[in-house]
């Protein structure tokens, strides 16, 4: 859902093997001891398994298969080498070459070169899915020599960052079918990941397993997790007795109360960790009662955002506004307040409230998250006393998204993370003018806040403090001019997993990806 992070002391295992150790770790014996990681989630794992295109929640799987240039470090928050080893930039910003690290395949067998970095980045940016925005700067990729590949761009983006991505920075093997489309369909991938697909059931509750991929450049000569199956279990008590039961390795979420019994468990360890993630209400500006910018005003007042931490034990922080901490455009000072005498007279204006018209609003939101079931249940119980009926669906997220792309709610309940570690995503996906309905599911049209969106990229290589300057403006339109959304947490993390792994840490540029691949087994 775009669903769904800072460990205080994380190291990435990801910048890898030199050409030569690649080699030597493909010639060492396969584990002797096979193990299986078992992640439980609550709504379904894949919508999309085209690299180009995905945009959900399958993000998960996908990181454990796909690699991208780069990946994010959260405490140098930068980016570090992947599929890259290393990279340099023109002075003016403009011309980006990195260097590749030798010896890796793609999982149908082909190399990994230049050319195919050109090819897979070039097959994202013409598909023009969601993601394939964040290479909108790049003019042409060359690539120079087998291991050498440089990006001309149009202005200066922090290219290094952008191929971080946790969607559409996939490099992919093209050549691995005529019709790319279909044979990913399938549920078949060409990464180069140390996962494979091993199977896949659309929509069952043992949804997806993936296996080893022994070429992997980094070895397997250490023990390591050798399959990964991810289960969909909606009730999070069911969750939680199969991680007792140690039929789960790792549970994403569980209700506070359960979070809370298992910090006291024997053999389960617990993490709580703040996150990129922000819950959004998305208010429909094209139809409807909330046409009335007044009416979407009143909602902004009506929500109890202090009673909506507390209610959420630990699984919520407060937000100050779009963007959440530990990005360029934050702003700490912007915490909103339940105001109900304000809303009411803003629906009395309206001509609805507790001496007016009965307001009929429908509401939708992911089944499944029990975060969402609370906060609903409470916003329903404010509005009942205001003559307002909140009449909220839960829907699983695919036939959420559907819906919302026929602006067939009057609010839209979703989580929002940037696709890479920038706060640019929010602004560009969630709330710019677009004829095509993808994530702008407040439909909003706004030139003026569509200008200060398009300065963003550049303006944060360029000149920091006035991005920082553009984003406090757009947040002030578009939270309370346009009052388009109202944003009542940020999401922390809380996770319960079996005792006995080690080397798990969260990545908030990567929301609810387990690397499993650095992890080692329980028992």
Same mark, same amino acid.
Request: overall charge positive; proline content about 6%; aromatic content about 12%.
């Given at each position: 859902m775009r669903r769904r992070l800072i460990a205080a002391a994380l190291? !990435?295992?990801?910048?890898?093997?030199?050409?030569?150790? $690649?080699?030597?770790?493909?010639?060492?014996?396969?584990?002797a001891k096979e193990s299986t990681f078992v992640y439980v989630e609550n709504l379904g794992v894949v919508t999309d398994w085209d690299p180009?295109?995905?945009?959900?929640?399958?993000?998960?799987?996908?990181?454990?298969?796909? %690699?991208?240039?780069?990946?994010?470090?959260?405490?140098?928050?930068?980016?570090?080498? +992947?599929? $890259?080893?290393?990279?340099?930039?023109?002075?003016?910003?403009?011309?980006?070459?990195?260097? !590749?690290r030798s010896g890796v395949t793609f999982h149908t067998g082909r190399p990994l070169d230049s050319a195919a970095v050109?090819?897979?980045?070039?097959?994202?940016?013409?598909?023009?899915?969601?993601?394939?925005?964040?290479?909108?700067a790049v003019e042409s990729i060359r690539a120079v020599d087998p291991l050498t590949v440089t990006f001309t761009l149009r202005y200066a983006v922090p290219l290094d960052l952008v191929a971080s991505s946790g969607y559409a920075a996939y490099i992919y093997d093209t050549a691995a079918s005529t019709d790319l489309k279909a044979w990913f369909a399938a549920g078949r991938d060409a990464g180069t990941g140390p996962y494979t697909v091993a199977s896949w059931q659309k929509g069952k509750r043992d949804e997806l397993t993936l296996k080893a991929y022994r070429p992997y450049w980094g070895g397997w000569d250490r023990p390591h997790y050798t399959r990964v199956k991810y289960i969909v279990i909606p009730d999070h008590n069911e969750a939680w007795q199969r991680l007792l039961r140690g039929e789960a390795s790792f549970v994403h979420r569980l209700n506070p109360a359960l979070y809370r019994r298992a910090a006291r468990t024997a053999g389960v360890r617990t993490a709580e960790i703040p996150s990129f993630q922000t819950a959004m209400l998305?208010? *429909?500006?094209a139809s409807g009662p909330l046409t009335d910018v007044r009416i979407r005003r009143a909602l902004r007042k009506t929500i109890d955002y202090d009673g909506t931490l507390r209610a959420l034990r630990g699984a919520a922080s407060p937000a100050t506004g779009v963007i959440p901490e530990g990005l360029l455009g934050h702003l700490p000072d912007r915490r909103p307040k339940q105001d109900l005498q304000g809303a009411t007279r803003l629906l009395a204006a309206?001509?609805?409230?507790? =001496?007016?018209?009965?307001? +009929? !609003?429908?509401?939708?939101?992911?089944?499944?998250? %029990?975060?969402?079931?609370?906060?609903?249940?409470r916003l329903a119980a404010t509005l009942e006393p205001l003559n307002v009926t909140l009449v909220a669906r839960a829907m699983p997220w695919e036939a959420q998204w559907a819906r919302g792309k026929t602006r067939g709610q009057d609010i839209f309940l979703m989580y929002w993370w940037p696709d890479y570690a920038d706060a640019y995503s929010w602004f560009t996906n969630v709330f710019r003018s677009a004829e095509k309905v993808e994530f702008n599911l407040t439909y909003l049209k706004d030139r003026v806040a569509d200008g200060l969106i398009d300065t963003l990229p550049e303006l944060t290589v360029t000149d920091r403090a006035a991005a920082q300057r553009a984003? $406090?403006?757009?947040? +002030?339109? !578009?939270?309370?001019?346009?009052?388009?959304?109202?944003?009542?947490?940020?999401? *922390?993390?809380? +996770?319960?997993?079996?005792? =006995?792994?080690?080397?798990?840490?969260?990545? #908030?540029?990567? #929301?609810?990806?387990?690397? $499993?691949y650095d992890l080692r087994p329980a028992g």
């Open positions: 190291t !990435l295992l990801l910048a890898g093997c030199s050409g030569q150790q $690649a080699q030597q770790a493909r010639q060492e014996p396969p584990p180009a295109s995905s945009y959900s929640n399958e993000i998960i799987a996908m990181q454990n298969v796909y %690699e991208s240039l780069t990946v994010y470090n959260p405490v140098t928050k930068k980016a570090g080498p +992947r599929l $890259a080893t290393s990279w340099r930039a023109s002075s003016d910003g403009r011309t980006w070459t990195f260097t !590749l050109k090819a897979s980045i070039e097959r994202t940016m013409r598909s023009k899915s969601g993601p394939s925005y964040i290479w909108n998305l208010f *429909n500006t309206a001509g609805y409230g507790p =001496g007016g018209r009965n307001l +009929r !609003l429908t509401l939708t939101y992911a089944q499944g998250d %029990e975060d969402q079931r609370v906060f609903v249940q984003y $406090a403006r757009l947040d +002030r339109r !578009l939270l309370e001019v346009q009052a388009a959304a109202a944003v009542p947490w940020v999401v *922390n993390y809380q +996770r319960a997993y079996l005792g =006995g792994i080690q080397g798990y840490n969260d990545n #908030p540029a990567y #929301p609810d990806v387990v690397f $499993a």
